[in-house]
């Protein structure tokens, strides 16, 4: 069976749906679309809110009818028709999610409604996003067009301190589940992790000098064709959130498609993961993606399992607080999240 994208079903036009999830930050979200606004090219912009309070609810609706946005709620998405031909200015959307159905789930209802509506692309973009390139979406159309089996394409993500994320290569089993987020973390922060940032930034630099293609890439803004994320069936549900865009990278894998990565252009990334605290939830529902990843991608028997979740959960209650109290030590933390 082809999976070629080289010929897009009729259905699909060249325009792009920006989809930026918002929940609970309408200022920081306002702030990422008016950067949005700034980029060149064809595409209008779909705000989907994942379930706000309803006094934020209440503040991102106000700054959205500032754009004139049409106000869509969870029960009428399906039921919503717009002739994307006849547009001639941008067109904002605002969609209202019930409650807070995650990263995946909730750029799906984004993302099945643009193929519904017959945008060829889609643009998911975190809510902390500042365009650098205002020519991105341009070439990231044409990354996507260079290659017919190019499904998925990102820029440089530029983020605090100037440090860059991603792309990646191939995820490494042994290396995160045992040494880097692991039980032998001890060992490999004493003798291996110059090691590993040695290695890892010299793959990146042959990515960003063409000379290697990625594996996956960070999910905070990533570029899609509609005829290929719609052929893997979008987003898994089942993770809330963190590591969907391993998820991804496998699906495509299994179709043959590829991650286009171009590094002449780029996006700023403004959360600054170095001030992260210690959020127990928050990492527990990582470890938790990580084993279905493992389970449902990589299909890994149970016994690998088990000794993956014993090592991640030993680094997430021994050594990530010793990590972090050593950090407020030395003030490189100001507070947990």
Known sequence: MDNSLNEKPNRYTNRTAVLVLNWNKPELTMESVESLDAMEGEYDIF?????????????????????SATILYEKDIYGFKLDIKGINDKFYLLIL??????????????????CSLGYGYSLISNNDIKIIDKNVLEELIKGIKSNKRNAWAAPKIISYNG?????YEKFDFIKYSFFVYGIFYPFYFLFKKKKYENKAESILNMFNNEQLE?????????????????????????????????????????KAFMLKYLPNISVFHEHNYGADGYNFKKKYIEINS????????????LFKLYLAKISMALYLLIYRPLILIAKWKKGNIKKAN
């Open 214 to 254: 990625p594996w996956w890439t960070i999910g905070c803004f990533i570029f899609f064709s509609n005829a290929a994320i719609e052929k893997i069936n979008f987003f898994d549900e089942n993770i809330f959130l963190y590591f969907e865009e391993l998820v991804i990278a496998e699906k495509f894998k299994q």
């Open 290 to 301: 990580l084993l279905y990843f493992y389970k449902n991608y990589r299909y890994y028997n």
């Open 47 to 67: 705000v989907i809110d994942n379930g706000s309070d309803e006094n934020k609810r209440k503040k991102l609706i106000e700054e959205m009818k500032k754009k």
């Open 163 to 167: 440090r860059q994320h991603g792309p």
């Open 97 to 114: 999610l019930e409650k807070n159905y995650g990263y995946g789930k909730g750029n799906n209802y984004g993302l099945k409604l643009a």
